[in-house]
């Protein structure tokens, strides 16, 4: 599949054409990849990001990206884990799908992923990153204009699970 990309990187220094932000349903900013998306893009992102009304978990919407390099954020809203059996894994799965398909109703042909609720919402990478991967994939296979999709590691761990099970 070299349509996707494992990378090691700050999402925040990405150049294409939209970067995902793992948010909360306020859409207002936070902590961890959401605070540091916030801080790159500038004040007129959280402007923008008032007037959407926020964001159910599992969905997703898009802005500009301002002083960001990549040209759009979407930003969706992970599940919060307790342990699996709460819906947490269709939540997740339909953060990934809904991303991309919004990347491709506004004419997006790049996008780049952080590891969606993996930080504070605590879901095991181990449980994730299945997930993330089968939605990217099924995505490529029914959408061969789509050029690029990467997924942004935070930490050598997440990366290194990540290229072993892309391998398979
Ligand atoms: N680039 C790429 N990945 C990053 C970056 C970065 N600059 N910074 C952190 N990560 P988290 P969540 C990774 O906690 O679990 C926020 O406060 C991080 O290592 O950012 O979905 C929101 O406002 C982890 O693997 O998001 C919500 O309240 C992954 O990004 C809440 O956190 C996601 O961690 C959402 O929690």
Do not use: W
Request: hydrophobic share 40%; proline share 4%; with cysteine.
């Amino acid at each position: 599949m070299d349509r996707l990309e494992i990378v090691e990187a700050d999402i925040t220094t990405l150049d294409v054409d939209a970067i995902v932000n793992a948010a909360n349903t306020s859409l207002l900013g936070g902590g961890g990849v959401d605070g540091a998306i916030h801080r790159a893009a500038g004040k007129e992102l959280l402007a923008e990001c008032r007037m959407l009304n926020g964001c159910r978990t599992g969905e997703a919407k898009i802005t500009k990206g301002y002083n960001l390099k990549a040209r759009h954020v979407i930003h969706t809203v992970g599940p919060v884990y307790s342990n699996g059996r709460q819906g947490e894994p269709e939540l997740l799965a339909a953060c990934y799908r809904n991303s991309l398909v919004l990347a491709v109703e506004n004419g997006l042909k790049t996008i780049a992923f952080p590891l969606i609720s993996t930080g504070v919402y605590g879901y095991p990478l181990e449980e994730a990153t299945p997930i993330a991967l089968r939605e990217i994939k099924a995505f490529l296979e029914t959408h061969p204009d789509f050029e690029r999709v990467i997924v942004a590691c935070f930490s050598r761990k997440a990366y290194d699970l990540y290229m072993q099970l892309t391998m398979e």
